[in-house]
């Protein structure tokens, strides 16, 4: 079936549908990652976002369901320049465009993302529609008639409704060595030796594996949650998720989230979680021309180190909107845009990029520990 893919300068792109038809609008971004279709595509991060992939052959390890981030994909459309015919992992349930369409979520394939990508590089963020029903004018429409990222909360829509207490598989997976008599397929967990409350502004499952992973034992609250009935939980530390959306309008939330950094309870946050410790200090945010998605280059302002790191944002800190006491502690390389920040007197940080793979899960468990010990 054809499918259009319009955005609100007029641009049209033509292509054949794949997963589900009909009709979607969202903000049209692209990631630049070579693999972790998967992931982004059940990441909340990207709720109200039509994502473009720039790497060309898509789908070829198809959808294995304990890779899931969340419990369904997020994403308002699905933009690639070829869908994999096939699929080769021998963990795979089932083919990526049979997944999306169970789960209702439209794809386009045979797009020229590059000249997508370039558009977007050089005019900013667009708005967009995917269709599968309307002509190219009617498209066009719809993406100029439908809701920016600009002033829209999304945590809304992905946060839990519930509080609930973390026990998914955390354990990392692994290659059994026979030879050494290793039969096992997983490294076991270290013993629990703390309690984290993390805010779930739209939570990856993976986040919450590294933080059990530090020995936490992990109960996740949904977005609106108190700082009051949080503090009564009596955590030894707290984590602020990563999330989508417009941080500057969650105002209620950086309320909270003042008092929490203020309790002398170790504070880590990442992705729209830094952004909100950064509002709640009174800094200011903005949006992106386009946005960082996929890998990303950081300096550590202090030692001058360069890290390779996972990008999702839409939003930035301003950096000089910080108030005294929290200080940019890394910087992307690409635009100079604040990366990472921590307070100057309370034992509270964030970064803006994905702390997988990075120093910051252990970081944050020294300073859990340190509070620990200090009463």
């Known amino acids: 079936m054809n499918a259009i893919l ?11 549908a794949f997963g589900a038809t009909g009709t979607s609008t969202g903000e049209a971004c692209f990631n630049t990652n070579a693999v972790g279709y998967q992931e982004i595509l059940t990441d909340p991060a990207y709720a109200g976002q039509m994502v473009a992939m720039t790497y060309p052959h898509i789908g070829n390890y198809g959808i294995c369901e304990e890779d899931n981030e969340s419990s369904r994909p997020h994403v308002r459309g699905f933009v690639i320049g070829e869908l994999s ?22 794809g386009i394939q045979d797009v020229d993302t590059r000249k997508l990508t370039t558009i977007l590089r050089t005019k900013g963020a667009q708005r967009a529609c995917l269709t599968t029903e309307l002509d190219a004018a009617a498209a066009v429409k719809a993406a100029q008639e439908s809701a920016p990222l600009q002033g829209t909360d999304l945590v809304s829509g992905v946060t839990t ?33 703390s309690k984290v409350v993390a805010y779930d502004f739209g939570i990856r499952r993976n986040l919450l594996r590294h933080l059990r992973r530090q020995g936490m034992d992990v109960t996740v609250v949904p977005a609106g949650t108190p700082a009051e009935t949080v503090l009564a939980m009596g955590p030894d530390g707290i984590f602020l998720s990563t999330g989508p959306g417009d941080p500057a309008v969650l105002t209620a939330i950086h ?10 309870i170790p504070v880590f946050a990442a992705g729209l979680g830094m952004q909100l410790l950064a509002h709640a200090f009174g800094a200011r945010t903005e949006h992106l021309p386009h946005g960082h998605r996929g890998g990303q ?23 000089d909107s910080l108030p ?35 120093e910051h899960f252990s970081q944050f468990a020294e300073m859990v520990r340190s509070a620990k010990a200090a009463k």
């Not at 015919?85 to 439209?106: F, K, Q, T, V």
């Not at 973390?166 to 967990?189: A, F």
């Open 324 to 358: 005294a006491g929290l200080e940019a502690t890394h910087t992307n390389l690409t635009d100079g845009t604040v990366e990472g920040i921590r307070h100057t007197a309370l034992p509270v940080f964030g970064v803006q990029y994905s702390p997988e793979g990075t």
């Open 161 to 193: 409704a519930e509080p609930y207490h973390w026990e998914g598989e955390s354990r990392v997976w692994k290659l059994p060595n026979k030879l050494q008599g290793d039969m096992g397929y997983y490294t076991e967990l270290p013993p629990v030796e």
């Open 255 to 264: 309320a909270e989230v003042k008092k929490l950094a203020e309790s002398g």
């Open 85 to 106: 015919r096939i699929h080769s992992n021998w963990r795979a349930n089932e083919p990526l465009g049979d997944w999306m369409a169970r789960h209702g979520i439209m």
């Open 6 to 16: 319009a955005l609100e300068d007029g641009t049209i792109f033509e292509g054949k």
């Open 297 to 319: 280059a950081s300096k550590h302002t202090a030692t001058g180190d360069i890290a390779i790191t996972a990008g999702c944002q839409a939003f930035t800190v301003v950096a």
